[in-house]
């Protein structure tokens, strides 16, 4: 192939499709544009080791700069996108210039949701957390004794309370649903997360949302609760979902809905431009679903990667995600989706256990809390399509690499 490929966006996605295409010996001119000053990056990280001051930024980089000339793969930083040219495939960059592709891959990602100025979203010291700027915010007053409001008690919120707590802040998380991880995980996992946050001195406010945030006209100073009660806050970190970005795919007459829609091999309505990550909707065993998870991104930038480099297998997600909060290890393997019940098996050391979760009869996904055995297992018999007697898994007593068998 002689014809440029331009990848829009460059995180996990954009960065693995390029790499992928290089290892598997595809020559074509590469061209990435990222709308940050810097390399790409490991963004995981970013809300822990490196908020933390454990790990410096250049570690987090994929790979050093001289790896782009050694690969003959350009990228451009700091160089946003304005709009895609489909009828004359090109790509016009907010400077006025453009860029002729001959395949277009829009790995845009997604923006963390924002609360509305009107309830003082727009105050100083109101924070998300997805990239490398945010966290740089974040570490300046992330001080010791800081009352810190989290709104949103999801996973992101949940990693930035343990961090928070580990700096020596004073941590109230707040949850508009009747329980954390409500639209992610079961009540058993919620349940033993909630334990470990409160053990180490987080205030989790469940069914209780925010009215307003009051400041003192720039800079936040306390929150008003749905409840009425007003506590004070020095700041607040906001983790109440993502947006994908597929404005510029819409803008392009792309089929969106909530996210760009792409086909199993990855490709949009337009057959010479892909999507990966954050920002797709793809199938799931008959549903649309976005997978937000770095595991999604990469896999499917490879396997868009295989294709254009010649392959015809179409990607076959298989979901894996993880959190890290203080010493506890969360793993999850599939997607629960639609599950109608679960399974908790206690672990062989203290404090761990897995929630096995089931759709009928069938085995669709489990949470292992610091029990990386059930978690290994329960991957590999996802994996294999194997089936799973629920009742098998709720005896302590059973060898659960006898279910490989």
């Avoid at 570490?139 to 949940?158: D, E, F, Q, S, W």
């Avoid at 990966?276 to 990667?305: F, M, P, T, Y």
């Avoid at 599950?339 to 672990?347: A, E, F, K, L, S």
Wanted: contains cysteine.
């Amino acid at each position: 192939m002689t014809g440029r490929l331009v990848i829009v966006g460059a995180g996990q996605a954009g960065f693995a499709l390029a790499a992928k295409l290089r290892a598997l010996k595809d020559d074509r001119p590469i061209t990435i544009l990222g709308s940050e000053p810097v390399l790409p990056y490991q963004r995981p990280p970013l809300s822990k080791k490196y908020l933390l001051g454990e790990m410096s930024f250049d570690r987090l980089l994929f790979r050093p700069e001289a790896w782009y000339g050694e690969n003959d793969v350009e990228i451009r930083l700091s160089t946003p996108v304005e709009a895609i040219d489909r009828p004359n495939h090109l790509v016009r960059l907010f400077d006025g210039s453009e860029i002729a592709y001959e395949t277009l891959v829009i790995a845009t990602g997604a923006t963390p949701r924002k609360l509305p100025a009107a309830i003082g979203g727009a105050l100083d010291g109101v924070f998300t957390v997805r990239d490398k700027a945010d966290a740089d915010r974040l570490a300046t007053v992330m001080k010791p004794g800081h009352r810190l409001l989290i709104v949103g008690g999801g996973y992101i919120g949940l990693e930035a309370a343990a961090v928070a707590r580990k700096l020596g802040l004073e941590v109230t998380l707040i949850e508009m649903a009747d329980r954390i991880l409500a639209r992610v995980a079961a009540r058993e996992t919620a349940d033993a997360i909630r334990k470990i946050h409160e053990g180490e001195g987080v205030v989790i406010l469940e069914g209780t949302g925010l009215t307003r945030l009051i400041g003192d006209e720039v800079r936040v100073k306390a929150a008003e609760l749905s409840d009425g009660r007003v506590i004070d806050a020095d700041m607040v970190i906001v983790g109440i979902g993502v947006t994908p970005n597929d404005q510029l795919a819409a803008d392009a007459g792309l089929e969106v809905q909530n996210g760009i829609v792409v086909d199993g091999f990855g490709r949009t309505t337009d057959p010479q431009i892909y999507a990966a990550g954050d920002c797709v909707v793809q199938d799931w065993k008959g549903q649309s679903v976005r997978l937000e998870s770095v595991q999604n991104a990469v896999d499917q930038a490879e396997a868009i990667a295989a294709v254009l480099a010649g392959g015809s297998a179409p990607y076959d997600p298989k979901p894996w995600f993880w959190s890290d909060q203080y010493d506890v290890k969360l793993q999850i393997a599939g997607f629960n989706l639609g599950y109608d019940r679960t399974v908790v098996r206690p672990g062989a050391r203290e404090g761990s256990l897995s929630i096995w979760y089931f759709h009928g009869k069938d085995f669709i996904a489990v949470d292992a809390i610091n029990d990386a055995k059930a978690y290994v297992t329960g991957k590999k018999l996802l994996e294999l399509g194997k089936p799973v007697d629920p009742a098998l898994i709720s005896d302590p007593e059973l060898d659960l690499k006898s279910l490989l068998a």
